[in-house]
């Protein structure tokens, strides 16, 4: 029946990555077939007892290995305190890299994302007091997945742009077997800090880090579909 075939692999679209899915669908699927050939044995036509088969699953979330059920706006919630608190922390980190250009165009855009950020906190408090107890489900694998290929990605981020800088400020020294010439602390302390002003982007893969572990803290216990 190619129909709830359609149906179970748009059942776990979320889902097609996650190991022993394979095992769990054909089960599912033969549910399925099994429940329309004894509707049809009732007296229900094809149509009907697809239909009447399909409404008996609407998903499967509940199914899948790893999945939590949280207060989801209690979270949300949370893990924006933490971002803002991060993105401040980023801001303030940056102010004395203001004698840099980008330093200083970074220092005022994280300034504009943390005014954003506070208006949108304001919002954000009223609304989980009217939906403190709203249910959804989390899936911790897949958030770990993201926080690796997360952490993959920034220190990928840091490595391109130290050759980058490096291309920059000592290709021709390099190309030319020339010695490097640095004159002075205060030419020192900008050559550090444009190779330290990347790791401000390290708040992002640790904000992730940060929520994970915020999804145990707001599991919903003894939850029941």
């Known amino acids: 029946m190619n129909e709830l075939k359609k149906y179970v692999d748009h059942l776990f679209r979320k889902y097609k990555n996650h190991r022993g899915i394979s095992d769990l669908k054909d089960e599912i699927l033969g549910n399925l077939e099994a429940k329309v050939s004894h509707l049809m044995e009732e007296g229900l036509n094809e149509r009907e007892a697809i239909a ?15 999945n939590i059920p949280v207060w989801i706006n209690q979270f949300r919630f949370k893990a924006f305190q933490i971002t803002y608190i991060y993105i401040l922390i980023a801001w303030i980190v940056t102010i004395p890299f203001s004698l840099l250009s980008m330093g200083l ?14 208006i949108f906190y304001l919002f954000l408090a009223k609304n989980v007091k009217r939906n403190e107890k709203k249910i959804a489900e989390l899936n911790l694998a897949a958030f770990t997945r993201a926080k690796k290929i997360t952490w993959l990605l920034w220190l990928l981020f840091i490595i391109v742009i130290w050759g980058y800088l490096s291309a920059i400020l000592f290709g021709s020294n390099i ?4 010695p490097v010439h640095i004159d002075g602390p205060y030419q020192f302390g900008i050559l550090i800090a444009r190779y330290a002003l990347p790791f401000i982007s390290i708040v992002i893969p640790l904000i992730l880090k940060a929520c994970i572990r915020l999804i145990p803290q707001y599991e919903v216990r003894d939850f029941h579909e």
């Open 52 to 66: 009447k088969a399909k409404s008996s699953i609407t998903k499967i979330d509940d199914l899948i290995d790893d």
């Open 105 to 118: 165009l970074l220092n005022y855009g994280l300034l504009f994302v943390c005014l954003v950020l506070g």
């Open 175 to 178: 190309w030319f077997s020339r």
